[in-house]
């Protein structure tokens, strides 16, 4: 059975490098810690440490199991937290997680509103995948998720779905940046750098292009729009984002155009069927709804 004694010992020689200053940190003797790694490594079946004289040097499992471990510890620190909040009668915060296409961009500007409004709840951000934020709406380890388009399951109820245009976004001295309109025949033979097909967008895409007689020249893929953005204004290629990307790339000195199409990027908002919803959650809501609007008519 795995000790936390043990495990405490362990990452503690991990961070310091040795069993002495591992000792020094716990406040314990060295024979002690060395009791501990032995009895971690007899529990977990893992050789940890090389011992090479008085040093002792991680092994690669050791490297793999302080990673899951320094994750076990931030989720203790974190519930130690919320303990001291409910002790103090700190009111209930407002978790969400978020892919990272909206954590980055559309997010920031519903809470900005919000903080305008005056009306800013005691709120946290989560950025993940859309299957991690899923799991974290379903366990209520987050009350909204905002993830790519997903169906209603027995643990997760759809709270609304909404839509943006894509954009197609470049440098300024391209020589696309004086059109008004993005044909996709404009694109034709174009450096091009492209979401991956992993993601909603890049699949949507691969599709348009699979139906173009000449379809643009992909030079590399990019998981998040961010980066892709940040391609184009190093000059790599041309780009297309979702509509709340497109803006931040503006606002770095970038040209962001409309397209001649009639897909958009979509997402969900999640929360979990059990439970009581949270009061702040419907005012978030109303504040996203009226950004995504905003994109809509622009």
């Known amino acids: 059975m795995l000790s936390q004694r043990a495990l405490e010992a362990f990452l503690m020689v991990m961070r310091s490098g040795s069993i002495s200053s591992a000792a ?7 024979p002690a810690v060395s009791r501990h790694i032995r009895d971690l490594e ?10 090479i004289g008085n040093r002792v040097s991680p092994t690669e499992a050791a490297h793999a199991l ?8 931030v989720g203790l620190s974190e519930i130690e937290i919320a303990a001291r909040e409910i002790r103090r009668g700190r009111r ?22 919000m903080k305008c409004a005056g009306n800013l709840p005691d709120l946290e951000i989560l950025s993940s995948s859309t299957q991690s934020v899923a799991r974290l709406v379903a366990r209520r380890q987050a009350i909204l998720g ?13 709270l609304t779905h909404e839509r943006a245009p894509l954009r197609c976004v470049m440098r300024r001295d391209d020589p696309l940046a ?17 979401l991956s097909i992993t993601t909603t967008t890049g699949t949507t895409l691969e599709q348009i292009f699979a139906r173009m007689e000449q379809p643009p020249r992909i030079v590399m893929r990019a998981r998040l729009s961010p980066v892709v953005c940040a391609l184009t204004l190093r000059g790599v290629g041309i780009g297309i984002v979702d509509a709340f990307s497109a803006r931040d790339h503006v606002a770095k000195g970038g040209v962001s155009l409309p397209l001649d199409i009639t897909e958009t990027f979509g997402f969900s908002v999640i929360t979990a069927r059990a ?3 949270h009061p702040a959650a419907e005012m978030l809501l ?6 995504v609007a905003g994109y809509r008519e622009t």
Do not use: K, W
């Open 275 to 277: 439970g009581a919803p």
């Open 178 to 194: 004086a059109r008004e309109l993005i044909r996709m025949r404009d694109l034709a033979d174009r450096d091009f750098i492209a």
């Open 92 to 113: 209930d915060r407002l978790r969400i997680a978020a892919m990272p296409a909206l954590s980055m961009n559309l997010l920031p500007d519903v809470v900005a509103d």
């Open 66 to 73: 302080a990673g899951e471990v320094e994750r076990a510890f």
């Open 42 to 51: 007899t529990a977990t079946g893992l050789h940890l440490f090389d011992r």
């Open 286 to 291: 109303e504040h996203l709804r009226m950004r």
């Open 24 to 30: 020094a940190e716990l406040s314990v003797s060295q």
């Open 146 to 158: 905002f993830v790519a388009p997903i169906l209603e399951t027995p643990e997760i109820r759809l």
